[in-house]
């Protein structure tokens, strides 16, 4: 895969120039730039799959390069050393990140997602709009200061995209989710329970069980009667365990005083 690094220090396009050059024989590096102007001006003139986007830089930010990016139908993969807002949006969105200073097994694994993701493009011509739902459920998530509006939920030919607000509860099953949505709808995606916790902690979700997380949008009613247990909008029943229950309760009260 061709492979642009977008940053403006210094010392991270190198390193990661570097990592890339020592440890990815499969990426090779076309160009760095500084700065997003420049990153626009290499993609008139260059086939790239992949680039490695730095977020926070001066004049534009690396978000102002997604729509060149999808575009050309380019794979991107953001490099960070902060902002845990900016991250939650990019793992709601199903794009790829890595932390800063990068671990190698981290970019190997990224790269390889990135040439899946190259791979079935060149069979599937669908999963090019699937990129651009990507991209514009990203810019959504953004252009809200703390909560996660979308998140997109991938599969094997491409993603579904789903309103934060239609997801009922959230059921883990061994290494799986079950997404429970409004009109009795499931989506299943392989990823832990535990990784859509961090995602939606913000976002009026409350874990209530090692197997359970509701949307607090969809809480119909509560009984402490016999154990803890909530109803929900679809009149589903689900229990609250004992080590789970304060933390329901206080974010319950918290919810009710907004």
């Not at 830089?57 to 991107?76: H, W």
């Not at 845990?84 to 199903?94: G, P």
């Not at 995606?189 to 949307?215: A, G, P, Q």
Request: aromatic fraction near 8%; hydrophobic fraction near 40%.
């Amino acid at each position: 895969m061709n492979a642009i690094i977008v940053d403006d220090e210094e010392y991270s396009r190198q390193s990661l120039f570097f990592l890339i050059n020592g440890y990815c024989p499969d990426v090779k590096v076309k160009g760095i730039a500084r700065s997003v102007a420049e990153a626009r001006s290499f993609l008139k003139s260059e086939t790239i799959d992949l680039v490695f986007l730095d977020i926070a830089m001066p004049v534009e930010d690396g978000f102002s390069l997604l729509p060149d990016l999808q575009r050309n139908i380019t794979s991107v993969i953001f490099t960070t050393a902060y902002n845990q807002y900016a991250i939650k949006a990019i793992k709601a969105s199903a794009v790829d990140y890595l932390l800063k200073p990068i671990d190698i097994q981290e970019l190997q694994d990224s790269i390889g997602k990135a040439a899946e993701w190259k791979a079935l493009t060149g069979e599937n011509d669908l999963l090019a709009v699937s990129h651009e739902t990507v991209f514009n459920s990203l810019h959504e998530n953004l252009n809200e200061i703390k909560k996660i509006k979308k998140i997109n939920l991938p599969h094997s030919n491409g993603f579904h995209v789903l309103n934060i607000h239609n997801i009922l509860y959230i059921q883990a099953d061994s290494n799986y989710s079950i997404f429970n949505i409004e009109k009795g709808e499931k989506i299943v995606v392989s990823k832990h329970l535990k990784e859509y916790e961090s995602i939606l902690d913000d976002c009026d979700f409350c874990r209530i069980h090692k197997s359970t997380m509701i949307n607090l949008a969809h809480l119909q009613s509560y009984s402490n009667r016999n154990g803890l247990v909530v109803k929900m909008s679809d009149n589903s029943e689900h229990s609250v365990s004992r080590r789970r229950s304060p933390g329901f309760m206080e974010t319950v009260k918290d919810m009710f005083k907004k």
